[in-house]
């Protein structure tokens, strides 16, 4: 199995978003994650770390536990796009709003964005959200996003004056260069997470059309047990290596107590 790398920035430009707004790539850097978030009204008990390994025991138990999200970025194939097009076919657009929702999705229409989303998707769902200071942008945000449907839940993100500003700052905070918005990198970001409601592993891309529900999961499972790696990321990079040729460069970064 490949090995999880570290310090690349994510980013997937893709039709919808042409000649409207771009932000700078984030480097998929713990540091720089947590920054983001915590500028927004996460608390600090929980921050994001590195994962070096999805099967060497010994690398994992690095990573505190219960691990909330887990946050993957990877190089967009051919096999990929061929895969996402034909699941995505049969699906229709998602349309949950609403407090009784399972997940809370949210559809990108900002460039370079995915990076963004996939931390709103880390902390919006699950235990993460608990560690939101009640007073928060972060929590104004989600409380005016949860009534709402994908588009208008889309919208109210590209107007947010607080994401994009804490954004720009995270952005210019990484160990290597981030290229500039308007550039076009072959990196996509995605974040699997597990739904309090009915212990179930999701995936949530907001390219995609709707949160994908990868299978059930125990109680006692966080998104960085055997099964949810199996479900999820494993699942993941087992389809691109059979299909040959494909490149497993990819990097890994989990939500869970932090270290102080």
Known sequence: MASATSNVHDHMDFSPTSGKKKFIPLENNPEVMSSLLHKLGLSKQIAFHDVYSIDDPDLLAFVP?????????????????RFRIREDSAKPHYAGSGPDEEVIWYKQTIGNACGLIGLLHGVSNGPARSFIDSESSLAGLLRDAIPLQPEARADLLYESKALESAHQSAATEGDTSAPPAEDSVDLHYVCFVKSTKSNHLWEMDGRRKGPLDRGELGPEDDVLSEKALDLGVRSFLKRESE???GDLRFSLIALSQSFD
Do not use: I, K, N
Request: glycine share 10%; proline share 10%.
């Open 243 to 245: 299909a040959g040729g």
């Open 65 to 81: 536990r219960p691990a909330y999200a887990l946050l993957l970025v990877f190089p967009v194939s051919d096999t990929y796009e």
